[in-house]
């Protein structure tokens, strides 16, 4: 069955970078669409990032867009997430989600950016 | 941006009684393909969400046929007819038909 195993999450200073990973297994990620969801402390959920299934359109929310990228590793069946400039507003649990309508979630990973 | 709106925010709810979320678009989220992009996702506390309901009405393998949506455009429906004791959380109605894909603010739902 589908799933998927988000890692790479941690404590970073505002200005720092972090990868995220999101392990696939079930289904292949370069054949699917995939999503980055984001949920601050608290709060409601935020589609981040999201690459069509051929992987050759990637788009990024407003607040990330310059930021952040999204990546694949077909041989690690892996989708990334590279996370750069970090801020506060950034703290959040970062889920992977997979297919155009979300389909299947990981478990999510904490990003903290406090100095 | 797409605005998604939903009504309540908190809905308490009796067991075995039926509930019903309203949410609502600020633009039409039929697609050019003629499909409409709106999907409704459960979340419990201390949890990642899960997908109920995908293009409106398409319930998702292994959730209950006592979870139902509805709509159409701009206006959309999530009902239970029956609350159990599991289905309390967050319900978010979610549209993806025009990126930025954009979430409801979420129904808290618990019991009364």
């Known amino acids: 069955q589908v799933q998927l195993v988000e890692s790479g999450g941690g404590v970073v200073q505002p200005g720092g970078s972090l990868r995220l990973s999101c392990a696939a297994s079930g289904f292949t990620v370069t054949n699917s669409a995939m999503q980055w969801v984001r949920q601050a402390p608290g709060k409601g959920l935020e589609s981040v990032a999201y690459?069509?299934?051929?992987?050759?359109?990637?788009h990024y929310g407003e607040s990330v867009e310059g930021r952040f990228t999204v990546s694949r590793d077909s041989s690690k069946n892996t989708l990334y997430l590279q996370m750069n400039g970090l801020r506060g507003d950034d703290t959040a649990v970062y889920y992977c989600?997979?297919?155009?309508?979300?389909?299947?979630w990981g478990q999510g990973t904490l990003v903290t950016v406090s100095s | 941006d797409v605005v998604m709106t939903q009504s309540p925010l908190s809905l308490p709810v009796t067991l075995g009684q039926p509930a019903s979320i309203s949410c609502r678009s600020s633009q039409s989220l039929v697609h050019s393909n003629g499909n409409t992009y709106v999907n409704w996702f459960h979340q419990r506390p201390g949890q990642s969400p899960r997908r109920l309901i995908y293009k409106v009405s398409n319930r998702d393998s292994g959730v209950p046929d006592r979870f139902s949506g509805s709509g159409s455009g701009t206006d959309f429906t999530l009902k239970v007819s029956r609350v159990e004791a599991e289905d309390v959380g967050v319900y978010y109605c979610?549209?993806?038909?025009?990126?930025?894909?954009?979430f409801g603010p979420g129904t808290k739902v618990d019991v009364k």
């Open positions: 979610m549209q993806t038909t025009h990126w930025p894909f954009t």
């Open positions: 989600a997979k297919g155009y309508t979300l389909d299947s």
């Open positions: 690459t069509e299934y051929e992987g050759s359109f990637m």
